[in-house]
């Protein structure tokens, strides 16, 4: 055999595996159908600016052990997600903290803002949530939930919150101080020069073939490697013999912008029902409005983001892990444990949301299996 290893995808989860079987001596050969490798955290250069072409991507962990891992191959600048929501052309704060509270009732105190939450609560008198409505009402009140949950869940999910189960929203994080970093993870920021540059220095030293789909040449590319491991879509490799996998997807609507500053900010979520977007993403905030030099870049680029019901042939993004979904995820895993000359992986191959700092820890838990034992 050619090949000890044939990665089929080039995003984290194949990138990671292909770079620590390389530094364990083995020859790799990674392909991917896409004209870029990356896969989802691929970024594109546009007047100096780091486009994320598959959606926003802050990388975010309390792993220490992933982080250390993944300095590695990047620096990471201070960049710490603070979204804004837009509703009806009212700003607030995201995640729900004090700077929302004062904008909403004009409170000055966290104990103010308590008793008022409280109240709403109480006043909506619910025990048991039935539905994604009454569960958001019942942990936030009202006033959030109509302002700040209810337009940008439905345009999220393209149904009504009541007809919406409660179990997507377990909790929704309140917090009575200042603080607008959205995420409670001990690290953060994104990678200087771009995720498509760390991607590439993961790769470096092994062979890699883009616009290659594995399933159109399937025969062909398994001569000519021991083992494959797949990352693409557990249905498609079994030609979806048993139905199709479902998920929601997302259009993205990229615009180069001949002004420095559109929003101020990377992330705005438009929070109404009017606005048909669920957000818009400055990307050159990610880098605080510089180019790799470090120089003001004068252009700014824009996308708005739409929710969408995917069907066969669209980009599949976030899993609808629902029961049925499950169910027939489980027939196919049922099939793939039976391959033994292939491990499946990822998102897609795992047929699960996995965050970046997930994705990786999922990749290095398989390489020692695969690698060291
Ligand atoms: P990924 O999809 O990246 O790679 C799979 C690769 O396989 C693709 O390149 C594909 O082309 C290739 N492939 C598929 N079938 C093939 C075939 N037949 N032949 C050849 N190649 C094939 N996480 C986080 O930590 N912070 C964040 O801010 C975000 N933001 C975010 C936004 C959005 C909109 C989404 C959907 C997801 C996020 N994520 C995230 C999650 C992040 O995107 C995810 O963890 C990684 O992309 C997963 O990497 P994988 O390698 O598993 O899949």
């Known amino acids: 055999m050619k090949y000890d290893y044939l990665v089929v995808g080039s995003g984290l989860y194949g990138s990671i595996f292909a770079h620590e079987a390389r530094s364990h001596g083995k020859k790799v050969l990674v392909i991917d159908k896409r004209s870029n490798i990356g896969g989802n955290v691929f970024t594109e250069v546009i007047e100096g600016i780091h486009v994320h072409r598959y959606g926003a991507h802050i990388f975010h962990t309390n792993n220490k052990k992933v982080w250390d891992y993944i300095n590695q191959f990047a620096v990471f600048n201070r960049f710490t997600n603070a979204p804004i929501a837009n509703y009806q052309g009212q700003l ?34 619910i025990t ?57 993870a001990l690290y953060q920021g994104i990678p200087m020069g771009g995720y498509t540059k760390m991607v590439e220095n993961l790769l470096d030293g092994i062979e890699v073939r883009l616009n290659t789909d594995y399933l159109v040449n399937k025969a ?9 491991v797949y990352t693409g879509p557990i ?74 019901e995917w069907k066969p042939g669209d980009e599949p993004y976030y899993p609808v892990n629902d029961e049925k979904n499950e169910k027939l995820y489980s027939v196919y895993k049922g099939l793939a444990d039976a391959e033994d000359r292939v491990i499946f992986g990822g998102r897609l191959g795992e047929y699960k949301y996995y965050d970046m700092d997930a994705v990786i820890t999922a990749a290095l838990d398989v390489c020692v299996k695969e690698l060291e034992a």
Request: charged share 30%.
């Open 128 to 184: 048991e949530p039935k539905n994604l409505e009454e569960q958001a009402i019942s942990l936030v009140g009202t006033d959030i939930y109509e302002k700040l949950i209810k337009g940008y869940t439905e345009k999220q999910w393209g149904r009504p919150c009541k007809e919406l189960p409660s179990f997507i929203i377990k909790r929704l994080p309140v917090r009575f101080t200042f603080d607008n970093n959205y995420f409670n």
């Open 92 to 125: 607030y704060s995201l995640p729900f903290n004090m700077y929302t509270f004062n904008k909403m009732w004009g409170v000055v105190t966290p104990e103010e803002a308590a008793k008022k939450i409280g109240e709403q609560k109480k006043i909506a008198v």
């Open 220 to 228: 062909t590319l398994d001569a000519q490697a021991d083992k494959v």
């Open 235 to 308: 249905d498609a490799y079994f030609d979806y013999k048993y139905g199709y996998l479902e998920y929601r997807s997302l259009k993205f609507e990229t615009e180069l912008l001949d002004q420095p500053n559109y929003q101020g900010n990377a992330a705005v979520n438009y929070t109404d029902k009017e606005t048909p977007w669920t957000r818009i993403i400055e990307h050159k905030w990610f880098e605080f409005g510089k180019d790799d030099n470090g120089n003001e870049v004068p252009k700014t680029v824009i996308s708005r983001e739409y929710s969408s």
